[in-house]
């Protein structure tokens, strides 16, 4: 199997205190350097011979594979987590979080609390939902490894310093307040509603906002650049080798450098 990247469900130039510069890196960099690691491992895997390959070697192998899988859908869904404005979740997503946690306000203080904690190390954090139990339930995980058994997340945070040190440093505080302030509790609201589609955190957020398919850069997949820009669809036959619409930056005529005045056309 080859894993391909998924499209950016967040448009990054419309993200409150949260650069288009550090969502395009951490897109680019880490994400998309652990889909290449990804598939990588995955052939590496198909070509050995299980016959002459000390066991131990495969075993790192597989876990390697499993580690690196687990990186890649969990960026996806903290790409697909963002693009909201953070504030009151939906009446059900609101009404299953006060359930299970007392209050949204009380869900909202121990979610933050676990990422300050790995705020200068490392982790992600997550809200869960567990069809066993039928309830919501925050994890944190300082391995990508690290889950509930059967649960599935539907909002994630990443902690891992390359997510925010580039723009926040040493102020892991400030990056989780920023993130808090854009979730998109209309995705997280659907991918509550139809478990079955969050292992698929793209499609579940694509309910709400249309993708952003980035293309250049590393591994073919880096299209956005600096503000004071806006982006619009490239022609058709501009696509790029997976088959998706590239986009092109087009100077907004008239608008003094630095300011912040960005639109999706098209």
């Known amino acids: 199997m080859t894993y391909r990247l998924a499209p950016l469900y967040c448009r990054p130039w419309t993200l409150n205190n949260m650069s288009p510069r550090l969502i395009e890196s951490h897109y680019e960099h880490n994400y998309g350097a652990a ?8 052939e590496e895997l198909k070509l050995v011979d299980l016959k002459k390959t000390p066991a131990p070697v495969v075993s790192r192998l ?3 594979q499993t580690a690196l899988l687990n990186s890649t ?18 009446e059900t997503i609101a009404g299953a979080i006060a359930k299970d946690f007392g209050s949204v306000n009380r869900w909202r203080d121990e979610f ?24 919501l339930i925050n994890v944190s995980a ?10 599935i997340p539907i909002l994630a945070l990443d902690m891992y310093e390359h997510a925010y040190h580039i723009e926040f440093g040493a102020n892991p505080s400030g990056y989780v307040a920023a993130f808090m302030r854009n979730i998109d ?5 659907g991918r509550y509603q139809d478990p079955g589609r ?13 993708p952003v398919h980035l293309t250049g850069g590393h591994a073919g997949h880096a299209q956005i650049r600096r503000e004071g820009a806006i982006y619009r669809h490239a022609p058709a036959p501009l696509l790029d080798a997976r088959g998706c619409r590239r986009w092109r930056r087009l100077a907004r005529p ?10 999706l056309k098209g």
């Open 112 to 135: 933050i609390a676990l990422a300050e904690v790995l705020g200068g190390d490392a982790g992600w954090v997550l809200l869960t939902y567990v069809p066993r139990d039928g309830c």
């Open 198 to 210: 969050a292992a698929t955190t793209a499609g579940a957020a694509g309910v709400c906002r249309r």
């Open 35 to 42: 889909v290449d690691r990804l598939n990588a491992v995955t």
């Open 185 to 189: 509790w209309g995705a997280v609201e």
């Open 254 to 263: 008239g608008t003094p450098r630095g300011v912040d005045r960005h639109a």
């Open 142 to 151: 300082t391995d990508h490894t690290q889950s509930v058994a059967g649960g």
């Open 62 to 64: 597989k876990r390697e």
């Open 73 to 90: 859908l969990l960026h996806e869904l903290y790409f697909a987590s963002l693009g909201g404005d953070g504030r009151s979740p939906p």
